[in-house]
């Protein structure tokens, strides 16, 4: 029999597991639920995991380029600085090749000047041997005379053989009238010559220089008589002490057996022959620059 108790706690019973039914009807869609949740972000975890392995490899290869361009910014640095002390350097050698260049200008104007100077007494040497070659050229063919330069100088030899006897400082007539006719050209061109005596090496030295001296002041007399300007003609004897030729033969010492005319340079022209080269100036200042350009 049925009370009224029983019937509730068979409600109760009931209700109870039909309420339990609905509970793991929504348990179970929860549950699913979170697993799809889970699955997603696990998936989204994945996707974050592997951005943030993109994201670490390339801030890896930035860090090294970074490191790298940094090296590089040191070392451009480093040549810049180089570059700009070079630049300094290279304005201050500009400087100084440029006053040198000036000066260097200077001097080759100068050199110029000294060249055409030179040029000039040579053109005007070169005119005076064509002269005096052409004036004598009767007592060239004759054998009298020659007309020779040594050692840049202009020098009128006369032939021993027609001027003196062996061992004699007098004068023979037919050398007498060589040396008119010589005088009579060289007495009008206002130039100053010299009368120079030469010996063999027979004989001992303090003879063969009296004679020398002898020999050129005969020469100088009749020169002077013949109206050569006496401020213009002077005379030398060398003795024995400048041969043309070793005396080891009879045709070598009569060779240095000689009576010579020599036209004396006038000191400028001396002096501007003596000067240094003109290219000296030239050469000092390109070994500046190959200095300067090498450093």
Known sequence: MRTPYTRIGLSLIILLFSTGCIWKSKHEKIVAGLNTKIKGLQKEKSDLQSQLDTRTADLKKMTTRRNRLAKIRINL????????????QCLTDLKQLANKGGKLSQRLSQAIDQIQRLQAIADKRKALFDKLRASF?????????????????LVLQLAEKILFASGKYKLKSEGKDAIKQVATLLKDMKRRWQ????????????VNWNLSIRRAMAVLKVMLKEGMPPEYISAAGFGQYQPTAPNDTPENRSLNRRTEIALIPNLKELQLAQAPSPFWACKVAARRVRRVSKM
Do not use: I
Not at 137 to 153: C, E, F, I, P, T
């Open 195 to 206: 009368v120079t005596g030469h010996t063999d090496s027979k004989g001992t030295p303090a």
């Open 137 to 153: 050229q009767s007592m060239v063919d004759a054998g009298k005379l020659r007309v020779k330069m040594v050692n840049g100088m």
């Open 77 to 88: 640095t480093a040549r810049l600085r180089k570059v700009t002390k070079l630049r300094t």
